[in-house]
C-alpha cells in the first residue's frame, strides 16, 4: 500500500493534473475515486483535521448543488454540512492529498509538492502547457 493516498475526480483537470505530478516521482498513490467511494464522516472529519481546515473550507461549489442547497447560508452547522456532504459528494472539493509529510486540499495542483516525500524530479507540464517544477 503507498504511503500517499488521493482523493481523486478523474473528470477534474486539477486532480488528474495532481495525480500525475505525484506519479512523475515514481509513486504510485492509493487513489480513491471519492464520487464512486466517499469517504466516511469520520475519515473526513480526520482529513479536515490533518489540514487545520473546516468543513466549509472544503466544500466546492462549481458544479454542485451548493447554491441550489444554500449551503452558503450561515445557519448550517458543521454537522449539517457533513450531512449534506454524505448526500453529495460531488460536495467534496478535490483533490485531497494525503502524504506522510501532511494533508492538503491541493488548488492548485502546486500545492501537492510541498507534502511530497520523494523529491520532485523536474519539470512536469500540466495538462493546459504550464511547466511545474
Same mark, same amino acid.
Given at each position: =500500500?503507498?504511503q500517499?493516498?488521493?482523493?481523486? @475526480?478523474? /473528470? +477534474?483537470?486539477t486532480? %488528474? @493534473?495532481?495525480?500525475? =505530478?505525484?506519479?512523475?516521482?515514481?509513486?504510485?498513490?492509493? &487513489?480513491?475515486?471519492?464520487? $464512486?467511494?466517499?469517504?466516511s %464522516?469520520?475519515?473526513? /472529519?480526520?482529513?479536515?483535521? !490533518? =489540514?487545520?481546515?473546516?468543513?466549509?473550507?472544503?466544500?466546492? !461549489? $462549481?458544479?454542485?448543488?451548493?447554491?441550489?442547497?444554500?449551503?452558503?447560508?450561515? /445557519?448550517?452547522?458543521?454537522? !449539517?454540512?457533513?450531512?449534506?456532504?454524505?448526500?453529495?459528494?460531488?460536495?467534496? @472539493? %478535490?483533490?485531497? #492529498?494525503?502524504?506522510?509529510?501532511?494533508?492538503?486540499? +491541493?488548488?492548485?495542483?502546486?500545492? &501537492?509538492?510541498?507534502?511530497?516525500?520523494?523529491?520532485?524530479?523536474?519539470?512536469?507540464? $500540466?495538462?493546459?502547457?504550464? #511547466?511545474?517544477?
Open positions: =500500500m503507498s500517499i493516498t488521493i482523493y481523486h @475526480n478523474p /473528470k +477534474c483537470g486532480s %488528474r @493534473n495532481t495525480l500525475a =505530478m505525484i506519479r512523475h516521482t515514481g509513486v504510485e498513490p492509493t &487513489v480513491i475515486e471519492y464520487l $464512486k467511494e466517499p469517504p %464522516r469520520e475519515t473526513l /472529519k480526520a482529513l479536515l483535521g !490533518q =489540514m487545520g481546515l473546516g468543513v466549509r473550507d472544503i466544500l466546492r !461549489q $462549481k458544479g454542485t448543488p451548493f447554491e441550489e442547497l444554500g449551503l452558503g447560508d450561515p /445557519k448550517w452547522s458543521d454537522e !449539517q454540512l457533513l450531512d449534506f456532504i454524505e448526500q453529495h459528494p460531488i460536495l467534496i @472539493n %478535490r483533490p485531497i #492529498v494525503a502524504t506522510p509529510l501532511g494533508t492538503r486540499l +491541493c488548488r492548485p495542483s502546486e500545492v &501537492v509538492l510541498e507534502i511530497l516525500p520523494q523529491p520532485f524530479p523536474g519539470p512536469f507540464t $500540466k495538462e493546459d502547457g504550464e #511547466v511545474v517544477g
